[in-house]
């Protein structure tokens, strides 16, 4: 079985050969270790490794981890789809949402923030393909989105996060994160001070670095097989 070290190692090679490709700076881009079903000694060996940031997907199995690991230096992002009754637990425990597709949670985030963490990093969630199965907001709602979140005291508004339709053409991945970027060109045409494009997981790194992510998001290959749930 690889080690940690080894699966680190090459993801980053994966990283560093697309911005190559692209013509970018590898320092550039993050990575954010999806650690959803994963135990906290596999969270605490990257960690060990220089790995810092890490991406849960459940609030309940989120808790429980970063109690168990509360001594730990860890930037918490979520990423998985926000219920109402969850933002409490995420305005309070978390560094960033990546997740955010309406109004009523960007507020609710705002108002449960305690102001002694400062302002809670969020990014909004742009169903870019329009799937009906998805979260995400369509592109035409991100400037009210955008315009609210900037405003809000308890938030900083960071970007854009998107997850596209499964292509198995990369070229059709590379359009849904050029539209993604496009989107995002857009709000900083408007004034928003935005510096992160959250897309590209570990089969569709190289056409987001393309187009410009500066965050990807990688799981199993970087953790090996998922703990059984």
């Given at each position: 079985?690889?080690?940690?070290s080894g699966?680190?190692?090459?993801?980053?090679?994966?990283?560093?050969a697309?911005?190559?490709?692209?013509g970018r700076?590898?320092?550039e881009?993050?990575l954010l270790?999806?650690s959803k079903?994963?135990?906290?000694?596999?969270?605490l060996g990257?960690l060990?490794l220089?790995?810092?940031?890490f991406?849960?997907?459940y609030?309940?199995?989120?808790?429980?981890?970063q109690?168990?690991?509360a001594d730990?230096?860890?930037?918490?992002?979520?990423i998985?789809p926000?219920?109402?009754?969850?933002?409490?637990?995420l305005a309070?425990a978390f560094?960033?949402?990546q997740?955010?597709?309406?109004e009523?949670?960007l507020?609710r985030?705002?108002d449960?923030?305690?102001?002694?963490?400062?302002?809670?990093?969020v990014?909004?969630?742009?169903?870019?393909?329009?799937?009906a199965q998805k979260?995400g907001?369509?592109p035409?709602?991100?400037?009210?989105?955008?315009?609210?979140?900037?405003s809000?005291?308890?938030l900083r508004?960071?970007?854009?996060m998107c997850i596209?339709r499964?292509?198995?053409?990369?070229?059709?991945s590379r359009q849904?994160?050029a539209?993604t970027r496009?989107?995002?060109?857009?709000?900083?045409?408007?004034?928003h001070d935005?510096?992160t494009?959250?897309?590209?997981m570990s089969?569709d790194?190289?056409?987001?670095?393309a187009e410009g992510?500066?965050?990807v998001?990688v799981?199993?290959?970087?953790?090996?097989?998922?703990?059984p749930s």
């Amino acid at each position: 079985m690889e080690s940690a070290s080894g699966r680190l190692s090459a993801v980053r090679k994966t990283i560093a050969a697309a911005c190559a490709a692209a013509g970018r700076d590898p320092a550039e881009v993050r990575l954010l270790a999806v650690s959803k079903r994963h135990a906290a000694d596999r969270i605490l060996g990257l960690l060990s490794l220089g790995q810092q940031a890490f991406g849960e997907n459940y609030v309940s199995e989120a808790l429980g981890k970063q109690a168990e690991m509360a001594d730990a230096d860890i930037e918490w992002h979520f990423i998985g789809p926000v219920q109402s009754n969850k933002t409490r637990d995420l305005a309070r425990a978390f560094h960033w949402v990546q997740s955010i597709d309406r109004e009523k949670i960007l507020r609710r985030l705002s108002d449960q923030r305690p102001a002694s963490l400062g302002p809670l990093n969020v990014c909004l969630q742009v169903n870019i393909d329009e799937e009906a199965q998805k979260s995400g907001a369509a592109p035409p709602e991100l400037p009210a989105l955008a315009a609210l979140a900037a405003s809000l005291p308890g938030l900083r508004l960071r970007g854009l996060m998107c997850i596209p339709r499964a292509w198995d053409d990369p070229e059709k991945s590379r359009q849904a994160f050029a539209r993604t970027r496009h989107c995002f060109e857009l709000l900083r045409a408007e004034g928003h001070d935005i510096d992160t494009l959250s897309m590209g997981m570990s089969g569709d790194i190289a056409p987001a670095i393309a187009e410009g992510s500066t965050m990807v998001r990688v799981g199993t290959a970087l953790f090996g097989p998922r703990d059984p749930s």
